[in-house]
């Protein structure tokens, strides 16, 4: 008996047996992951047909560089993490569906990305504040990260005399405003009823400056200015408002009213950084699996026991 | 069978499982000169034996250190149901009551009651394939055709958050319509439509859906939620001047829901209990014999393989304490 307790292998394949034994007993752990509960909320108005995005050597819209982002992004989320998804348009959003976990759910949450389209939008103004403003307050208890996608076009322009207020919501709602678009100014472009391309929005297709309220310039400073019907003056407006660009400054500002964070979309890698922000996640209490620990403690083991001898014993034996 | 792991590097350190061929893994005891020993078959068995059991063990540790699984399966069976894609008209109306006012404590509104049944209406689905598609001013395409419930319920609860714009019926009919393409023809295949109004549809329209409710062999339900004092689609105009689309749209667009070809059938609901029955009806009567498709969950295995490697173990340290002492 002695001697069999003295071989090391019996010592070996005794530890190993224990070895198993711990992994039976105490299989898994308790671990802390992060997991994140997004809600997107994809602009869907005209500026984002705007093409100033590139993707493989072809000119893509920011929609559809919007749409391809996220749907790479839902792959690499982790597990228990949830995504919602959402489009806004006019002066609110409206939700297609409330955030769903991304490992069971993710043919569906990716076609439903997939199809996400301009002639979604039930209206055609881009209010982007009030959008905000409204997404912030419909979300703000559903405990999920508010994840605004958009280039920053107002359209019509905002009155600087008449700005959305956000101090109803700051602090309350936690996420992110994206901003999409390149930062030189493209044309818009233009469809007809059947969704064919028929050029570009033009000067005179788009309204140059609000015309709601009052001005708010000192009168005397307005050409033509006549107090009930003309407030803005006679001169027609001129502007560059046909051309879209990501108004980064615009967004930051929005950001900083609203109490959440900015960040701008040039690929997958730099959106899944920012999203990746420890505000947004939560740590969450995973079971996660440890027997390869005991496993590969016992295998080594295993294969000490057979480990081929050294030449020096077999020249004797 | 399916079989696959999570981690396939690690599948190299199967290589180890060929080091009980070049060791017995014995102690070896000093002999003069082995050809003496007469062979015997009997040991050799056993060496063998003892050599696939450790190599059974090695093999089965590595198995598991990989993650040995069965991959998720998806069995074809035959059972009852249907394909279902849900309509929902977001339009503004649906935020208010039966009654047509803003909802109070006591009443809720019909987008409220709808949500409510039709939550309980999923769940009773079991093997369905449900899609959820929206209209307002323009269609929205929710959900795609699934059987992962979850899906559903989160969609059908989104429309919690406030309605949009106008009824434009014709467009969300042709996106509800779209779900079905590509898709196999198998058990019976409906749109459910729940408005609270409707729109009248243009001539072009007229003859896509016409058509299109021809190739997809779709069934058409609709649940008109009528609000109180509104003209519903069985309505007879009284006065001859009224007779058009533009005036009584419910009506002319349930005689063009008839004139389909397609099985049709209107419910009008005026209040959540009507709605209720209308649901319970179409639980009823769609049940057609069905191919679907049920997932079996992928299949640890990695279990199995540390238990045998442990019984093995077991075996190796027993067959330990018989070896010759000397």
């Known amino acids: ?317 | 069978m399916n079989w696959a792991v999570n981690t396939p590097w690690a599948l190299t350190g199967l290589l180890l499982a060929l080091l009980p061929l070049l060791n017995s893994g014995m102690r070896t005891s000093p002999a003069p000169w082995t050809a003496l020993i007469p062979a015997d078959t009997l040991s050799v068995v056993i060496v063998g034996c003892l050599r696939l059991c450790a190599m059974a063990a090695i093999a089965g540790l590595v198995l598991g250190i990989a993650g040995l699984h069965r991959t998720e399966q998806s069995r074809e069976r035959i059972g009852h149901g249907a394909h279902i894609v849900l309509l929902l008209d977001r339009s503004s109306s649906m935020d208010n009551t039966f009654a047509g006012r803003a909802p109070n404590g006591s009443d809720e509104s019909k987008a409220t009651a709808a949500r409510r049944l039709l939550t309980d209406f999923v769940n009773q689905r079991q093997t369905d394939l449900i899609g959820v598609a929206e209209y307002s001013t323009s269609p929205l395409f929710v959900m795609p055709l699934t059987e992962n419930k979850n899906a559903v319920q989160a969609a059908i609860a989104a429309t919690a958050t406030p309605a949009l714009g106008f009824t434009h019926v014709s467009k969300g009919l042709g996106m509800a319509i779209s779900f079905f393409e590509q898709q196999p023809v198998t058990g019976s295949r409906i749109v459910l439509l729940v408005s609270d109004g409707a729109a009248a549809i243009d001539h072009d329209s007229e003859l896509k859906l016409r058509e299109w409710f021809r190739q997809q062999q779709v069934r058409l339900y609709w649940i008109f939620l009528r609000t109180a004092g509104s003209p519903g689609i069985f309505d007879q105009p009284e006065d001859s001047r009224d007779d058009n689309a533009g005036a009584m749209p419910e009506l002319y667009l349930h005689k063009f829901f008839l004139g389909l070809g397609s099985p049709y059938r209107a419910y009008e609901a005026e209040s959540p209990d009507a709605l209720k029955q209308a649901i319970a009806d179409i639980n009823r009567l769609e049940n057609l014999p069905m191919h679907y498709v049920e997932r079996i969950p992928r299949q640890d295995l990695s279990t199995t393989c540390y238990s045998v490697a442990a019984l093995l173990l077991l075996v190796l340290l027993g067959v330990k304490f018989c070896e010759v002492k000397r």
Not at chain 1, 87 to 96: D, G, I, K, N, V
Not at chain 1, 152 to 177: C, H, L, R, W
Not at chain 1, 233 to 252: C, F, I, M, P, V
Not at chain 1, 284 to 292: A, G, L, P, S
């Open chain 1, 1 to 317: 008996m002695s001697t069999t307790l003295k071989d090391y292998r019996t010592g070996c394949l005794l530890s190993a047996l224990i070895a198993m034994l711990v992994l039976f007993i105490h299989p898994s752990k308790q671990q802390k992951t992060p997991t994140y509960n997004y809600t997107f909320i994809i602009d869907i108005t005209r500026s984002m047909n705007a093409t100033d995005y590139q993707q493989d050597n072809q000119a893509v819209s920011r929609l559809h560089f919007v749409k391809q982002t996220l749907r790479e992004l839902l792959q690499t989320l982790p597990c228990e993490s949830k995504v919602g998804l959402g489009l806004f348009t006019e002066r609110r959003s409206t939700l297609l569906f409330e955030p769903l976990e991304v490992c069971s759910a993710y043919t569906e949450i990716d076609t439903a990305i997939g199809k996400v389209d301009w002639r979604m939008a039930w209206a055609a103004d881009s209010n982007i504040a009030k959008g905000l403003l409204s997404t912030l307050d419909m979300l703000k208890k559903s405990g999920s990260s508010v994840i605004f996608i958009t280039d920053g076009q107002e359209a019509p322009p905002v009155n600087p005399n008449y700005q959305t207020d956000f101090s109803s919501v700051k602090g309350q709602a936690k996420g992110m405003i994206i901003g999409v678009g390149g930062l030189q100014a493209v044309p818009i472009p233009k469809f007809d009823s059947l969704g064919k391309q028929t050029g570009f929005y033009s000067h005179d297709d788009v309204p140059h400056r609000s015309s709601f309220g009052q001005s708010n310039l000192d009168p005397s400073q307005i050409k033509g200015y006549n107090a009930r019907n003309a407030p803005f003056g006679s001169e027609a407006a001129t502007g560059n408002e046909h051309l879209s660009a990501l108004q980064e400054t615009y967004l930051e500002k929005l950001a900083a009213e609203s109490g959440l964070t900015y960040a701008r979309l040039t690929d997958l890698k730099n959106l899944n950084q920012a999203l990746q922000n420890p505000k947004l996640a939560t740590e969450k209490m995973v079971q996660t699996d440890i027997r390869w620990q005991p496993a590969l403690f016992a295998l080594l083991l295993l294969c000490l026991v057979y480990l081929p001898k050294p030449p020096k014993y077999r020249l004797f034996s």
